[in-house]
């Protein structure tokens, strides 16, 4: 009996997407003001009950570079905290407000 087994042909730009992974900060993560921020985007992305996944989708960014946020662990670009903070409903100036930063 023989089998055949196929492979899907994954081009290298697709294949990037999935490799590149999003680390900590090497020099932020952890401090104290990035925890914080990201404290206050969890509660709120929880009391609108969206999953962590469907807010990063709502968000227009990657789910695990969220969860990084979340955690505090990736001192993000400008562009993705207005990003948050529209899927949120609020203004930059109120989550750092909320944050107390």
């Known amino acids: 009996m023989i089998f055949w087994v ?6 290298k730009p697709s294949l ?8 900590p900060s090497p020099s932020y993560a952890g401090t104290p003001e990035l925890i914080v921020l990201g404290v206050v985007i ?7 009950g ?5 807010f ?3 968000a227009g960014i990657d789910r695990s ?4 946020i979340e955690r505090g ?3 993000f670009a400008m562009i993705n ?10 203004t930059v100036t109120e989550l750092l407000q909320e944050a107390k930063l």
């Open 6 to 11: 196929f492979y899907p042909v994954v081009s």
């Open 16 to 23: 990037e997407k999935y490799m590149s992974v999003a680390r």
């Open 42 to 48: 969890r509660q709120k992305r929880a009391l609108l």
């Open 50 to 54: 969206f999953s962590q996944e469907a």
């Open 56 to 58: 990063a989708d709502a």
């Open 65 to 68: 570079y969220l969860g990084g």
């Open 73 to 75: 662990e990736h001192n």
């Open 81 to 90: 905290l207005f990003k948050i903070a529209k899927a949120l409903g609020i």
